[in-house]
Nanobody
Framework: QVQLVESGGGLVQAGGSLRLSCAAS????????MGWYRQAPGKQRELVAS???????NYADSVKGRFTISRDNAKTTVYLQMNSLKAEDTAVYYC?????????WGQGTQGTVSS
């Protein structure tokens, strides 16, 4: 059974930081591209950042220079370090695992930034 369990969300003031974690089980973690998506109220889910099995990263323009994605294959965990947070970063953040046609989602963790 595949499980992606996010943690680390919460409430933070603008300019602050949060670190999200996503612990994966039931998959060959090192073979998957891992990503973080977010969905704000009334908006579509969007890609925030991704990291390939080789360690190449990709970021949405809106978070470049502020967010950093990383992975620890030994711990089967992917992280999202979010700095200089803005009110518009408020959303539910979802972990995603992708390999070919296989895609899995976590349940999401709420991140709220107060201005």
């Amino acid at each position: 059974q595949v499980q992606l369990v996010e943690s680390g969300g919460g409430l933070v003031q603008a300019g602050g930081s949060l670190r999200l974690s996503c612990a994966a089980s039931g998959i060959t973690f090192s073979a998957y591209t891992m990503g973080w998506y977010r969905q704000a109220p009334g908006k579509q889910r969007e890609l925030v950042a991704s990291i390939t099995r080789g360690g190449s990263t990709n970021y949405a323009d809106s978070v470049k220079g502020r967010f950093t994605i990383s992975r620890d294959n030994a711990k089967t965990t992917v992280y999202l370090q979010m700095n200089s947070l803005k009110a518009e970063d408020t959303a539910v953040y979802y972990c995603n695992a992708l390999m070919s046609t296989l895609r899995y989602w976590g349940q999401g963790t709420q991140g709220t930034v107060s201005s």
